[in-house]
DNA sequence: TGGCTGTACTG
DNA sequence: CAGTAC
DNA sequence: GCCA
């Protein structure tokens, strides 16, 4: 049987399916029907037969001039970092596969994505551009560590010292009950509850009298105290008693879900449990926040009509050194929130939630509105610490990418066009990337990687133009169907809007990065309530507990999952509805949707976790590890660096450590595309000319940025050649040592082992997981 | 109440 | 085996 | 923190 390209131009191949494993059985021509449903014609001649792979001779033997152009220009990118990524699950492993994969990290920093020319011609013109390599490799970021460090728990201790003075005031103050201080010697066997009568009856002749307490601020607090033990009020106890009637609060004797709004007990877990007559923590409703003895006295002395608010980050006070409050509406609200004085962790959410306080009818008609600020900006990956990706290559990659939408495929349908809107004139290659007048090698048929110099045969910018289109039916695809998976590169955001979408007058267009140019566009329409929750979310992702841990899967998928909700979320029940969202994130959805904020927000942003964060950006750095080296005195990157603490670096992590930068930031898409023809023309000349060598993942579903490089080899066998043996392993190995230096050292000696090139590797995109 | 994707490399 | 990455 |  005669081998066709796998992508040819009749043909584009779905190579989703062939990853899947089920369409390539050595010597098997036939195509599983799945694949041919997918591929436009049918007809997928595409097949892998066993057999031998050229001689190795030829995989390193020619040393061709324009190789040192690649090098050179490689080098000069300064693009580097990586590993080779092994993904097995597709098929049973099989070591007759044929697919390598690898995955590039790049870095977008300097990219000096303008500047492209046809593949094998680049020449020296720019040597003078920054070397990016040599400069980028410990930076400490220490704006971010900074912002992220200082906003930190120490705020809240502020609080809580200020709550202990008050405190210490609040019990110097005479008992309510003086006059029946007489009775010292029995006090000792007075009980909570009888005491807790006393004292409502006392207020109760108080106020017929006429009296009123002075700074009644607990007024309609109905607090449910427990102190250490239940048997006997202790002299703390009975003060804390008194200064709760004092302040207009009122005293629930019995505990009664019914009637108290605050429970309020510094005792352990099990005392109060016992006194509540419950099992666990769980079994007290929601709506009652358990909180310390220091959020009582938190709004002692304050204004009135003024709210604590966590200062926000540098600017938390003024040259007085005092801090600076915000106003916030409520007169009644000038207490610190429950969740700063949570007793237990567990109940941390616990309390009347905003939403419903507000529901009476307080707040503005906000909800609904959609114009909330919309922090945009960093899209706070994962490790989103690096360097932004600066938007301005990405905007200019914006035109690129550009098709026509119609329906898909038919690759004579794609187009390419200038920023003006498009026919389909297949012919003005006006791509930024071309300004510098080169255009840019590009097959027609993708797989076809002939050595021969046909440069310039095609004009495009784009090498996986043809792509487009599929890329383009994918996200149709997803459209039409709900398994949203999400992308491991947590670069997802993008809104799956419909393909009609058209905007201003431009043209509709069909990726993300098409619309990169109407920004507030691709967000989506809860992006406000997305961004918080990423937010609370990355905090989670410091804390070392497995209680974090699971709590960061949950908003992950909560967060993934809101993505697609379709429609501005205006209730909790709505909220409620979208799947990974319970009752927890539905109210802080409410809040942030009524507020603006998160409280939760700054109260988990505790001093280590902006260290942690950055330590955990370090590749091979994870929780654990990012904790030992903080407990350690480690807190940025120098210090990593230094060694404090007397750590050790696995050599993974050490060059995590060199690339910091490069590893946590992402390259505007042209120039993974850059990267990737280099690589590309590498192994068509250096290698073996048949290698079907291709890019993936992020980049090939049309993101305008790219956290990394995934390419997908493999090699046609009609020529009877196999990839067994060490033939494959052998071309890996030597298209990874043919990159320049600094390629070599991230991207192949820190991650890679040798033992990985003993066999053949499936790599799958996300893309494919699902279908 | 237990489970949360699943696999492979490093040390 | 624990830790990490994808 | 969510879900079955």
């Known amino acids: 049987m005669e081998y066709t390209h796998p992508v040819s131009e009749q043909n584009p191949v779905d190579v989703d399916a062939r990853l899947l494993g089920r369409s390539y059985r050595p010597g098997g021509p036939e195509v599983p029907s799945s694949v041919q449903g997918r591929s436009n014609q049918g007809g997928d001649n595409f097949h892998l037969a066993t057999g031998n792979i050229g001689a190795p001779g030829k995989m390193v033997a020619n040393e061709p001039k324009e190789r040192k152009h690649l090098e050179a220009t490689l080098h000069e990118k300064g693009r580097l970092a990586s590993h080779i990524v092994t993904s097995p699950t597709i098929m049973e492993k099989n070591d007759s596969l044929p697919n390598l994969g690898m995955k590039i990290l790049s870095h977008a920093r300097n990219a000096s994505s303008s500047r492209r ?107 449910f105290y427990c102190g250490g033990d239940m048997q006997y009020a202790s002299s703390e106890t009975r003060g804390r008693m008194d200064y709760i009637i004092r302040h207009g609060g009122t005293l629930v004797p019995v505990f009664d879900p019914a009637e108290v709004t605050h429970i309020v007990t510094d005792a352990h877990e099990k005392s109060l449990l016992r006194v509540l007559g419950l099992r666990k923590l769980g079994d007290i409703p929601e709506h009652i926040p358990t909180v310390k003895w220091s959020w009582v006295l938190s709004g002692f002395g304050r204004r009135n009509g003024v709210r604590p608010r966590q200062p926000k980050s540098a600017d938390r006070s003024d040259e007085k050194g005092t801090t600076v409050w915000q106003d916030d509406e409520s007169e009644d609200e000038v207490m610190d929130y429950e969740l700063m004085h949570a007793s237990f962790k567990e109940r941390l959410d616990a309390g009347p939630s905003l939403w419903r306080k507000t529901d009476r009818g307080k707040h503005k008609e906000n909800p609904l509105n959609l114009d909330h600020p919309t922090n945009r900006g960093n899209p706070s990956g994962s490790r989103g610490l690096g360097a932004a990706v600066n938007g301005d ?118 990726f993300l990065c098409d619309a990169k140019g109407a920004p507030e566009r691709i967000q989506c329409i809860n992006q406000d309530v997305i961004d918080k929750l990423e937010e609370l979310m990355e905090i989670h992702k410091a804390k070392p507990s497995e209680e974090d841990h699971w709590r960061v899967f949950s908003y992950g998928k909560a967060i993934r999952a809101l993505r697609s909700h379709p429609t501005r979320i205006r209730s909790f029940e709505e909220a409620r509805t979208v ?193």
């Open 117 to 223: 020319g046809k593949v094998i011609k680049l020449t020296g013109e720019d040597t003078t551009r920054a070397r990016v390599l040599d400069t980028s490799s410990i930076t400490t970021p220490a704006s971010t560590a900074d912002s992220k460090t200082r906003f930190s728990r120490s705020s809240i201790r502020d609080n809580k010292s200020a709550s202990a003075r008050a405190a210490g005031q609040g019990k110097a103050e005479p008992s309510l009950l003086k006059p029946e201080k007489s009775k010292k010697k029995v006090k000792e066997l007075i009980t909570p509850l009888e005491y807790a009568k006393l004292l409502q009856a006392k207020l109760a002749e108080r106020e017929a009298q006429g009296k009123r307490s002075t700074k009644p601020y607990l007024r309609g607090k109905k607090i």
């Open 393 to 510: 290559a990405t905007s200019k990659l914006s035109r690129i990418s550009e098709f026509t939408s119609d329906k898909l495929i038919s690759r004579d349908s794609v187009v390419y066009a200038d920023n003006t809107s498009l026919p389909s004139t297949p012919q003005i290659p006006r791509s930024p990337l071309d300004e510098k007048a080169k255009p840019n090698r590009q097959e027609r048929s993708l797989g076809h990687v002939d050595g021969g110099e046909d440069v310039d045969s095609r004009i495009c910018s784009d090498p996986l133009a043809e792509f487009y289109a599929q890329a383009r039916a994918e996200r149709y695809a997803e459209l039409h169907d709900h398994s949203v998976d999400s992308d491991s590169d947590g670069e997802d955001s993008i809104q799956k809007a419909p393909p009609r979408a058209s905007h201003k007058g431009e043209q509709k267009r069909g």
């Open 579 to 771: 799947r990974g969202v319970g009752d927890k994130t539905a109210r802080k959805i409410m809040e942030i949707l009524e507020t603006g904020d998160l409280r939760r927000i700054a109260y988990e942003r505790t001093d280590d976790v902006g260290a942690i964060s950055i330590l955990q950006g370090i590749y091979g750095v994870g929780r654990n590890i990012a904790h030992k080296w903080y407990a350690n005195g480690c807190r940025t990157l120098d210090d990593v660096q230094a060694r404090i603490g007397g750590i050790t670096l696995t050599s993974a992590q050490e060059t995590g450590l060199k690339y910091y930068d490069d590893i946590n930031s992402r390259m505007p898409r042209n120039e993974a595309a850059e990267i990737f023809t280099m690589i590309k023309a590498v192994a068509a000349l250096d290698i073996d000319p048949k290698l079907f060598i291709e890019i993936m993942g992020s980049y090939r579903r049309g993101k305008a940025d790219c956290g990394d490089i995934d390419i997908l080899i493999t090699r046609p066998t009609d020529d009877g050649k196999t990839h067994h043996g060490n033939s494959v392993p052998a071309c890996l190995h030597y298209l990874l040592t043919s990159l320049p230096q600094e390629y070599y050292d991230a991207f192949y000696g820190s991650c890679v082992d040798k033992a990985l090139l003993q066999k053949i590797y499936v790599f799958r995109t996300h893309s494919m997981i699902l279908k």
